[in-house]
């Protein structure tokens, strides 16, 4: 069932995508993202107050763990502005590919207090496969 739960966030990450490019079109990139964020906070921290009602809790945690809230801000603003240039499919894929070597090398040293899985020799066949596959899709789109 989680597979799912993350198939269907990168559908949503996508669609997100989309979205913020077409609406970047009318308001450019900087009020996109404001309005992204600002929505997102005021949805979810309706939902999680009322619905769940349960406290926002933002004291008492590891300085760099804030840093996602950055982090989303440069997704957005960069993922709305790139789509326009390179095409939903490339740019998706290009996302992805940076996420799976981000990912590993967070894995492998254990960063953020993240379970440690060290690299293993057998994944570089498909690393390869993906770098060749996001290069198809780079030529042929």
């Not at 069932?1 to 913020?20: D, P, Q, R, Y």
Request: hydrophobic letters at 50%.
């Amino acid at each position: 069932m989680i597979e799912i739960n993350v198939f269907l966030a990168g559908i949503c990450l996508t669609l997100m995508s989309t979205l913020n490019n077409l609406l970047t079109q009318y308001l450019g990139t900087y009020t996109v993202t404001f309005i992204v964020h600002l929505s997102g906070v005021i949805l979810f921290g309706g939902y999680i107050s009322f619905i769940k009602k349960e406290k926002i809790k933002i004291f008492g945690i590891k300085w760099y763990l804030y840093l996602a809230g950055a982090l989303g801000v440069i997704l957005v603003s960069l993922t709305s502005l790139i789509i326009n240039y390179l095409g939903v499919a490339f740019t998706t894929c290009l996302s992805i590919t940076g996420q799976v070597l981000a990912s590993m090398i967070i894995d492998h040293f254990g960063l953020f207090d993240v379970k440690q899985t060290s690299f293993q020799i057998k994944r570089i066949p498909y690393i390869i496969l993906i770098c060749i596959g996001l290069y198809m899709i780079y030529i042929g789109g």
